[in-house]
Antibody
Framework: QVQLVQSGAEVKKPGASVKVSCKASGFTFTSYAMHWVRQAPGQRLEWMGWINAGNDNTKYSQKFQGRVTITRDTSASTAYMQLSSLRSEDTAVYYC??????????????????WGQGTMVTVSS | DIQMTQSPSSLSASVGDRVTITCRASQGISNSLAWYQQKPGKAPKLLLYAASRLESGVPPRFSGSGSGTVHTLTISSLQPEDFATYYCQQYYSSPPTFGQGTKLEIK
């Protein structure tokens, strides 16, 4: 079935980096853009950026520009999100999500129809 | 960035009730509005997009309307599985932004 499976929870110290993976199955990975969205405890969802899994193009939220890097491995149908210079405010659940449209057909529409289960990242000294 | 504000922030209702949640954008977003449902400890689930289009597999008791700056989500007859938090999201301009959520609780 169509699904995204993310890597497990992480605990990091301030200043460190974290890399979260998102493995796709049940659909053609390279036909879609993959987004990353985070949710701090009790807070609203926050979009971080996306990668076109077909051509490797990326776009990041200005808020995270310079700290976030989204990559993909087409042979493994996996997207990755790395966040550096971590601070306590980065404690959140990080989700990958598939864009609703095939990128070659409609571009990136920025609605999210398939989500990973989420990865809790805790930043604490 | 476009700011999204939902009202109410929480709502108590009973099974069978009709409920409406409102989402206001800080500027016009045409019909570029999606609604998600999130249950505790789970990822969000897409319910509607383009303000009123139902995602495949979503029951027709969910409906959406609106254009411009004011949008609504209506659940015509609440079922036990509908008690959750609902988020609106605009995708009119980047970055896409979400409302703060409306928690729907059992009365």
């Amino acid at each position: 079935q169509v699904q995204l499976v993310q890597s497990g929870a992480e605990v990091k110290k301030p200043g460190a980096s974290v890399k979260v993976s998102c493995k796709a199955s049940g659909f053609t990975f390279t036909s879609y853009a993959m987004h990353w969205v985070r949710q701090a405890p009790g807070q609203r969802l926050e979009w971080m950026g996306w990668i076109n899994a077909g051509n490797d193009n990326t776009k990041y939220s200005q808020k995270f520009q310079g700290r976030v890097t989204i990559t993909r491995d087409t042979s493994a149908s996996t997207a990755y999100m790395q966040l550096s210079s971590l601070r306590s405010e980065d404690t959140a659940v990080y989700y990958c999500a598939r864009d609703s449209a095939r990128v070659a057909v409609a571009g990136t529409v920025y609605t999210f129809d398939i989500w990973g289960q989420g990865t809790m990242v805790t930043v604490s000294s | 960035d476009i700011q999204m504000t939902q009202s109410p922030s929480s709502l108590s209702a009973s099974v069978g009730d009709r409920v409406t949640i409102t989402c206001r954008a800080s500027q016009g977003i045409s019909n570029s509005l999606a609604w998600y449902q999130q249950k505790p400890g789970k990822a969000p689930k897409l319910l509607l997009y383009a303000a009123s289009r139902l995602e495949s597999g979503v029951p027709p008791r969910f409906s959406g309307s609106g254009s411009g700056t004011v949008h609504t989500l209506t659940i015509s007859s609440l079922q036990p599985e509908d008690f959750a938090t609902y988020y609106c999201q605009q995708y009119y301009s980047s970055p896409p932004t979400f409302g703060q959520g409306t928690k729907l609780e059992i009365k």
